[in-house]
């Protein structure tokens, strides 16, 4: 039995095998072949199984991101049955007696290199397909999972660090719960597993040769700690805390359906902070008021070239019919800092939290930011449907952004393109766009503060930055400062004020927001619950700030 204490980023208790995650070796070793059939035989039974998982993750794509994104996965899938891309592998092991993994790797890297040097447009873009396809392929002849993450039977996932896009993709019912040596708590990974509500712990000092896949671990994440191989007592104990879990679950289920106000009266809205659309069946059955939050970076992650309008428009019109009435709040793509996307080429930056980021790369490459926009006016007929605006400091930023939402609404009538023009919001997250909230609020028809970044700006502490978390004090009185004034501000023009950020899912400070007069608090769909029991609940003598 070993046993590991880590920081806690998502409560819950998870028991079950583990599945060490592993960043691929890169390049592939030049392995020779024993027996170079015997090599040709496992390309083609991988490729079975890559054919599996792309017709499995077509399916889940149509579902999500519809017909014109899940082509991409249909055009992955062809490849894998096209007889120049399987000889070229044949042939390497044949007259070069290598093992199939670096066949693989060799061939698939020249007909990539081939593809990118063409004229024609959409060949050059087959060439991140095939790249795609033969990292896939590699993965399966490693005996990895699909994307990394566990292959059939739900694991815990273990591994040194997790990227956002990684974590996006996690599916709710196949991680059990995430155990990472690093991270920081307010970083993208451990906001996913919170929406995702996967209990996660960071910052495990746990030797991962040690551990082995399919190894089994108990993750509390009420206590902080893991335990690998546990005995009978740690099981039975664990166990024990899920009964728990769940009757106390049942007990929170029993608010669904019930409102949101304090004992004097006071409706709080209470929304769901969501990343794509499958996390919104979290917020419905959370019986979340609305989605306050849908961070729309998350479809831009994990690809290789921009999603279209039309995936985007699918999407956003999905999210708005789903919540059949209830607003939700479409945040345009906030790009950078921990989420990069490689195509969109940036320059690296030395910086990148305080670099081109959100709102800055949208205004500086218009032509990226009005595809989005048509896309979320043009959806915005199926429901209702808010933007906002990310990482402001300036009124002067918000005119040119209502200048280019202008030119998409032009694009659209010209076009003869049905669309509504929604309500926009800013995002306070940045000091600077506190100190104008007063001018912001006559701009905006509402404002969401977004604490992560607030306190990061504030405090000048990068909130990735694990061996800082002692210095990253959501209690700081400089935040609780700007909160109140970015209230009076919002209200003094008639404005409603939520909080998006961390700080509104903290028990200990929802009293404290109730009290400066927050009209909205967003959240993480599994804690709509425990948000609404405090507010029925509330009492004013909470932790005064
Ligand atoms: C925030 O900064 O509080 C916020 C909600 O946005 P993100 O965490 O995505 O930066
Ligand atoms: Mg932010």
Redesign the pocket.
Same mark, same amino acid.
């Given at each position: 039995m070993m046993q590991f204490a880590g920081k806690s980023v998502c409560k819950g208790i998870a028991l079950g095998p583990v599945r060490v995650w592993k960043k691929r070796k890169d390049p592939v070793e030049r392995g020779v072949a024993q027996d170079t059939s015997a090599e040709i035989g496992k390309v083609l039974s991988a490729c079975a199984q890559a054919k599996q998982q792309l017709q499995r993750l077509y399916g889940k794509a149509l579902g999500e991101v519809g017909k014109e994104g899940a082509a991409i996965l249909e055009a992955q899938r062809m490849i894998l049955e096209d007889e120049a891309y399987l000889e070229a592998i044949r042939n390497k092991i044949r007259t070069e007696e290598v093992c199939a993994t670096y066949a693989v790797a060799e061939a698939g890297e020249k007909i990539s290199d081939m593809f990118s040097q063409m004229r024609d447009e959409e060949i050059r873009e087959r060439a991140a397909d095939v790249k795609d396809v033969s990292d896939r392929l590699i993965r399966i002849l490693e005996g990895e999972g699909e994307d990394g993450l566990p292959k059939g039977s739900p694991a815990i996932i273990v591994a040194r660090d997790l990227s956002p896009s990684q974590t996006v993709q996690m599916e709710k019912g196949k991680v059990l719960g995430i155990v990472t040596v690093r991270g920081s708590e307010?970083s993208?990974v451990s906001?996913l597993a919170r929406m995702k509500n996967i209990p996660t712990l960071i910052g495990v000092p746990v030797d991962l040769a040690k551990i082995a896949t399919g190894m089994e671990a108990a993750v509390d994440g009420f206590l902080g700690k893991v335990t690998f191989e546990p005995d009978e007592t740690v099981r039975r104990q664990v166990k024990s805390r899920m009964e728990e879990e769940e009757k106390n679950r049942v007990l929170l289920g029993k608010l669904k359906g019930k409102p949101t106000v304090t004992p004097d009266g006071r409706y709080i809205r209470l929304c769901a902070?969501i990343g794509c659309v499958g996390d919104l069946e979290g917020a419905l059955e959370n019986d979340a008021d609305g989605i306050g939050?849908f961070?729309s970076e998350f479809l831009y992650l994990g690809r290789d070239s921009f999603p279209t309008e039309e995936e985007q428009f699918w999407a956003y019109k999905q999210a708005v019919q789903k919540m059949a009435g209830k607003e939700v709040v479409i945040?345009t793509m &906030?790009i950078g800092?921990d989420k990069q996307i490689g195509y969109l080429n940036l320059e690296k930056e030395e910086n990148p939290a305080m670099g081109c980021r959100g709102i800055r790369i949208c205004l500086k490459r218009p032509e990226i930011f009005k595809t989005q926009l048509r896309a979320l006016l043009r959806a915005a007929v199926y429901g209702d449907l808010a933007v906002l605006y990310?990482m402001i400091t300036s009124a002067e930023e918000v005119r040119q952004i209502f200048e280019i939402v202008r030119q998409a609404q032009g694009e659209l009538d010209a076009a003869g393109i049905p669309y509504k023009c929604p309500r926009q919001g800013v995002?306070i997250?940045t000091p600077a766009a506190v100190m104008v909230s007063g001018e912001l609020a006559g701009l905006a028809d509402f404002f969401?503060?977004?604490?992560? &970044?607030?306190i990061?700006y504030t405090l000048a502490v990068d909130r990735q930055n694990e061996r800082l978390a002692d210095f990253y004090n959501p209690w700081h009185p400089a935040v609780w400062e700007m909160i109140r004034l970015v209230v009076k501000n919002a209200h003094a023009c008639g404005k409603r004020v939520g909080i998006?950020?961390?700080l509104g899912a903290d028990l200990r400070m929802t009293g404290a927001f109730i009290r400066m007069g927050v009209d909205e608090l967003s959240v993480a769909p599994s804690m709509i619950l425990p948000i609404r029991q405090a507010v029925r609940g509330y009492v004013p003598d909470l932790r005064e700030v």
């Open positions: 307010n993208h906001i902070n939050l961070r945040r &906030d800092a990310p995002m997250e969401s503060i977004g604490t992560n &970044d607030l990061q998006c950020g961390e």
